[in-house]
Structures are given as C-alpha cells and as structure tokens.
C-alpha cells in the first residue's frame, strides 16, 4: 500500500507535522511550498497521490489542481484537499475541479492516514483491473477479439451503433484504446507510445471507467459495437 506522495503546503510547521506523520506509516513523502513548486514536483516524482492546501501564494490549490487535470499523465493521480475553509460552496468548487477527498483543519492525522488508504487502495484495484488480462495469453486474446469481430461482421452493419452517452477520450486514451482494440498488451503500448507501462495501466483504468467495462475484452466488445473503433479487418 505505502507509496509514493507529493505534500504541498505553506505552512512549514504543518507541512512538517503531516510529512513525518505519514512517512511514520511508511509513505515516501515530497513536499513542495505552493503550487507552482508542486506542480515542478510532481512532474519529476509522478506520484501515486497527492496532498495539497488550498490557501497557497502565487499558485493556490484550485490552480495546482486545474494543471493536474489538464495533464494526461495526473488526470487520474488522486489528490486530497487540506483547508482551513469549510465552507460548502468550498467544498463544491473542490469536487467541481476534480479533487478526490476534502478535509478542513483542523482534522485528526488518523482520518488522514485513513483516506490516503482508502483512495491508494481504490486506485490500486482500477490498475489490476486494467492489467488483469495481462496473464492472459497474447493468443487467447486474439482469440476473442477474433471471435467479437466475427459476430459483428455475421450481424452487419446495423450491429455498430452510435455510443449511448459522449465519451470525452483524451487524444492519448484514444491512442492507446485502438491499440488495445488491436490486440496489444500493457508493455507493447508502451513501447509503441513511447511511455511507462504505469501510464498505460492509468489510461486503461480510465477507459474502463469511461467505458463501464472491467477487462480488456469487454472494453473491445463495447468499443465495436458502439463504433468507437472501426474493427481491423487484419487482426
């Protein structure tokens, strides 16, 4: 569970409080003094979640959050909002930006601890849930996507239909869903993306969630039926 953290506040006696108390519970912990410093940070660590304030100098956490969004790489880094303000119309332009917790000081270091957690393990189940085919052979996933583009091809033209809601794939989910359409797995995206196999199991992760699928095959299956991706006449 333990990983890789970034810490983001301007508070030197809080900032210290909260990363010896995590790094107590074996997290790794960086920090960084406002956004602008984090957001250099988090570039260079990409960790596994993180923890910022809101009230920061120059770059505040509303700001810090928007340029994490913004990036493929962080779109889904979970990241926990600590506050003074705890006001609801606070809170709402939190969620609203894409945070994943809200917590407003002052909070007990355990509920903390318990939220990395809680949202560390949630992250890691969507991760094996985008690898989980990898232990499936190159050949018997072949196999099935051979097998779902037969029954479209055996129901015709009428089997593809227009997706039932907008799906707001990012250019590199895009990427990387024709490649697993293709056939490829995690390492061989990555390879051909020229990224980390980390960054592959992110992007999966969110077409599955994007998608309502939980594995590979039904990611394929409903990316053809719905005319997300053309089928390949040469796989």
């Known amino acids: 569970m333990p990983g890789q953290l970034v810490l983001v506040d301007d508070e030197p006696g809080l900032r210290d409080a909260i990363q010896a108390y995590l790094e107590d519970s074996d997290f790794t912990v960086h920090t960084a003094t406002n956004g602008a410093e984090g957001w250099e940070l988090v570039q260079r660590v990409l960790p596994d979640l993180v923890i910022s304030d809101v009230m920061m100098p120059q770059v505040d956490g509303y700001q810090f959050l928007e340029t994490l969004r913004s990036d493929d790489r962080f779109q889904a880094t979970p990241v926990i909002f600590l506050t003074a303000r705890g006001m609801t119309s606070d809170r709402i332009q939190g969620y609203e930006a894409g945070v994943d917790a809200y917590l407003p000081k002052p909070f007990d270091p355990d509920e903390l601890i318990a939220v990395v957690k809680n949202l560390l393990g949630r992250q890691a189940k969507l991760q094996a849930a985008a690898v989980d085919d990898e232990t499936i052979s190159i050949a018997e996933l072949a196999r ?75 990611l394929v299956r409903y990316s053809l039926e719905h005319g997300l991706i053309r089928p390949n006449s040469t796989i």
């Open 144 to 218: 099935q996507m051979a097998e779902i583009r037969a029954l479209l091809q055996q129901k015709g033209p009428l089997a593809i239909t227009p997706p039932p809601v907008q799906h707001d794939f990012t250019p590199r989910e895009e990427s990387v869903l024709e490649l697993v359409v293709d056939g490829l797995m995690n390492k061989e995206i990555a390879k051909r993306l020229e990224t980390s196999v980390r960054n592959v199991e992110k992007y999966v992760s969110r077409l599955f969630s994007k998608t309502g699928t939980s594995s590979r095959t039904e």
